[in-house]
């Protein structure tokens, strides 16, 4: 007799049915979840195609900076601003060419187009062009990306400065192969008198020179930062060196970067050189100047004024510095080609050396129910100006009575500054040449040129040349073995090659003896 086994077999077949029933779910999960990616993945890849079409061929970006705001009055919330140099060539327009930017937080992931809009010398044919990169992401983000077609380029971002040491801001244009410390005192107590901050960038300086401002920026009287020049230590093919063609020094990224650093801390923020004095003639102060001349008014860009070059005397030995001397000694010049722009933050998210090419012309709506827009425009200041004093010799003693104030070049019928402000800012002086910790820098500073004048002929042969590229790289200064230098320098990065751009940016800044003060 055959044994009973229904029940046996039922049991069996009910066991190989659950595998079979747990498969048929896993899979049904997997088709959702694709056909739920898929719906992404179609418009991402006609957004690389239409890339793809702007794409001329294959270069480099370098990233100076990036900041990430929870919240920004002309930015938006969670907002991302990346400084970079880029090459013009590798797409149509740099302007028109979007990017993705991915931020992460704790808990998820978000992708998002960023605008790209250039800054640059509109008659020069300089190859790389300072780039804003800007983007809005999620809340809290913890990592920052660029999504190329490639695959993610991670890069570290930092905060901007929540509090400004004064209202007003002046970003002075990165040093280099920088001597002239005579111009750096007088900068820095015209500066602290009328009430404005100084930050500085620094890239080649004198030795004893560099050790001087660094130390005045860990006492807090200045704030000083390293600016590095732009290098690519792993790329794809040969590329064109990118500080031979980039105007000067890159000043236009080291202005647009600072405009960043203070953009939710400060009310107003100047763009200049370390030789450019300014006198609020018309003012105790910048900030009442700037306020007087802003007038209240929603369309104003920025205030612009003009630079008048002037030639002037200097003095070796720390004791005769005088700002009365170098005031009273003081032949003006004419008035330079661009000036120099003083802005609201809000009202400027990048910069050019002399002005925003972006900002100019904007559309600006005051009410919901406005239908045709103001335009924000540069304001031109006719009864001031910035004086530049680049062109100093050097004298052997004091030969004018520095207790006579030269008037206002722009009137003609007013002083620059009076008695009692002059006075101020000499005592400034001797104030900041007895601080003790600076005594061993301030005996050893320079007493004569040696970079200065190169440098300045150079520049000058380049600025005749018609659509020249005017840069420090094609100067070829000569190091000197006798003059050591500090000169800012990096652990530079580089991502894998990719199209159309290969990143490129640095970390763990410092500043060395080992590369002279060209380089």
Same mark, same amino acid.
């Given at each position: ?5 229904? *029940?046996?077999?039922?049991?069996? *077949? ?24 898929? @719906? ?18 294959? #270069? ?45 937080n704790s808990t998820k992931r978000l992708v998002t187009d960023a605008r790209l809009s250039t800054e640059h ?5 300089? #190859? ?125 990224? +080291? ?6 650093? /203070? ?19 018309? +003012? ?9 001349? =802003?007038?209240?008014? /929603? ?39 661009? @000036? ?24 600006? =709506? ?8 103001? /335009? ?35 009137? !003609? ?53 018609? @659509? !020249? ?34 990143? !490129? ?13 060209? #380089?």
């Amino acid at each position: 007799m055959l044994p009973k086994t229904n *029940k046996n077999w039922k049991q069996v *077949k009910s066991q190989l049915r659950l595998p079979w029933g747990i498969l048929f779910i896993v899979l049904s999960v997997i088709s959702v979840l694709i056909w739920v990616f898929s @719906g992404d993945e179609q418009p991402n890849r006609l957004f690389y195609d239409e890339m793809k079409l702007m794409e001329t061929g294959e #270069e480099n970006a370098f990233i100076h900076s990036a900041y990430y705001y929870e919240t920004s009055k002309s930015l938006g919330k969670n907002a991302i601003a990346i400084v970079a140099t880029m090459h013009k060539g590798a797409v149509t327009d740099l302007n028109e060419f979007v990017l993705k930017i991915v931020g992460t937080n704790s808990t998820k992931r978000l992708v998002t187009d960023a605008r790209l809009s250039t800054e640059h010398d509109p008659d020069e044919s300089c #190859e790389y062009t300072t780039v804003l990169i800007q983007a809005n992401t999620l809340n809290s983000m913890t990592k920052l990306e660029i999504e190329t077609r490639d695959g993610l380029v991670p890069l570290p971002f930092s905060e901007p400065k929540r509090d400004s040491p004064r209202p007003v801001v002046f970003c002075i244009a990165p040093l280099f192969a920088a001597e002239q410390w005579q111009s750096f005192l007088m900068q820095l107590h015209v500066t602290k008198k009328f009430g404005a901050h100084l930050h500085v960038y620094m890239m080649t300086m004198l030795e004893h020179y560099y050790q001087m401002v660094r130390e005045l920026g860990e006492l807090g009287v200045i704030s000083t930062q390293p600016w590095l020049s732009v290098k690519f230590s792993q790329v794809g093919k040969p590329f064109l060196e990118p500080n031979r063609n980039s105007e000067l020094r890159n000043p236009a990224a +080291a202005f647009t970067d600072c405009l960043l650093q /203070y953009k939710e801390a400060a009310q107003f923020i100047g763009f200049m050189e370390i030789e450019d004095l300014l006198f609020p003639v018309n +003012a105790n102060s910048y900030y009442e100047e700037f306020e007087r001349e =802003y007038e209240g008014s /929603y369309q104003i860009s920025a205030l612009y004024y003009q630079i008048i070059e002037q030639q002037s005397v200097k003095y070796s030995s720390p004791e005769q510095q005088s700002l009365g001397a170098l005031l009273g000694s003081a032949q003006g010049g004419d008035a330079m080609k661009n @000036g120099r722009s003083i802005v609201r933050p809000e009202r400027y998210n990048s910069t050019w050396t002399h002005y925003s090419t972006q900002a100019e012309s904007q559309p600006v =709506y005051l009410t919901e129910q406005q239908e045709d827009p103001h /335009y924000l425009n540069r304001k031109k200041i006719s009864a001031n100006a910035f004086l530049r004093f680049k062109n100093l010799e050097y004298s052997p003693v004091e030969t004018v009575n520095s207790t006579v104030i030269p008037m206002n070049p722009m009137s !003609h019928d007013q002083p620059l500054l009076n008695e009692e402000q002059l006075k101020e800012i000499e005592d400034g002086i001797k104030e900041t040449l007895l601080i003790p910790t600076l005594q061993d820098y301030i005996k050893r500073l320079p007493t004569e040129d040696f970079y200065s004048t190169k440098l300045k002929e150079c520049l000058d042969n380049q600025r005749h040349g018609k @659509g !020249h590229c005017v840069n420090t790289k094609s100067c070829n200064l000569p190091n000197n073995d006798k003059i050591p230098c500090r000169h800012s320098d990096g652990l530079y990065h580089s991502v894998r090659v990719m199209k159309p751009y290969t990143y !490129h940016y640095v970390t763990e800044y410092y500043f060395t003896r080992n590369l002279g003060c060209y #380089e």
